[in-house]
């Protein structure tokens, strides 16, 4: 099965930037999307960001003008540009990718994880 690894997490101050990285491995039917999610202490995961392979893309509001996903198709991986940091960004960070066998039919896979930690 499909295996993902996230990195780039870490500490910044408010107002600094940060890269997180997602690659895809072991692949066998085409991944159709690519996407982050966060959880941060005592909430619910929550769709930060998603991308299509033919680029249609989505944020939620909150990272709106702040965060830019990107994709390498051929590559299988998948980058997040986290500028502008604010404490409440700070959660975990995960990777999202569906593998599509089929249309709309497939089978989805998750990273383990990414700190992302802003301090005021």
């Known amino acids: 099965q499909v295996q993902v690894v996230e990195s780039g997490g870490g500490l910044v101050q408010a107002g600094g930037s940060l890269r997180l990285s997602c690659e895809a491995s072991?692949?066998?039917?085409?991944?159709?999307?690519m996407g982050w999610h966060r959880q941060a202490p005592g909430k619910e995961r929550e769709l930060v960001a998603y991308?299509?392979?033919?680029?249609?893309?989505k944020y939620v509001d909150s990272v709106k003008g702040r965060f830019t996903i990107s994709r390498d198709n051929a590559k299988n991986t998948c980058d997040l540009q986290m500028d502008s940091l604010k404490p409440e960004d700070t959660a975990v960070y995960y990777c999202?990718?569906?593998?599509?066998?089929?249309?709309?039919?497939?089978?989805?896979?998750w990273g383990q994880g990414t700190q992302v930690t802003v301090s005021s």
């Open positions: 991308i299509h392979d033919d680029g249609t893309l």
């Open positions: 999202n990718v569906f593998e599509s066998v089929q249309g709309d039919w497939g089978y989805n896979f």
């Open positions: 072991n692949v066998r039917f085409g991944i159709k999307t």
